[in-house]
């Protein structure tokens, strides 16, 4: 797999309750890849508001601080909506692999939000493996992506 995002940085992760688990896991075997996390909790499985946890992540990489993000909740709708309220972000909600792609290639995402109550563990792994991999396509694509944006 290669790495399209600046492995200098570390990779922002954050959730809330429902997908603590997944998160768990994720750092885990992120970490054993050689990878540096910034891991914005949640640190128990407890009852949580989801934009505690998905506004750190998304402003981590928003300046800079991280090379991109990564997201779960129950959904990932929640956590999608509180990212992308930030004008750097854009966060795509990745259900299969092929918009895990997609979200990067024609999106350049820059947060996945994983649904962690409707995939499994490794379906998640490789969706973030895609997302990582995946360079963005540019071209016209870049034109969409640079209207998105509010100004």
Partial sequence: ????FDPSKPIAIGSDHAGFDYKMELVQWLSAKGFQLRDMGVDRNKSVDYPDYAHPVATAVETGEA?????????ANGVCIT?????G???GLSF???VARLIRLHNDANVICIPAR???LDYAKQMIEIFM???FE??????????????
């Fill in 83 to 87: 990212a992308n309220k930030h004008q």
């Fill in 118 to 120: 409707f995939v499994a």
């Fill in 96 to 98: 299969e692999t092929e």
């Fill in 138 to 151: 540019g071209g016209r694509h870049q034109t969409r992506v640079n209207k998105i944006a509010c100004r």
């Fill in 67 to 75: 090379s991109f993000g990564i997201l779960l909740c129950g959904s």
């Fill in 133 to 135: 991999s995946t360079a």
């Fill in 1 to 4: 797999m290669s790495f399209v």
């Fill in 89 to 91: 972000i854009r966060a």
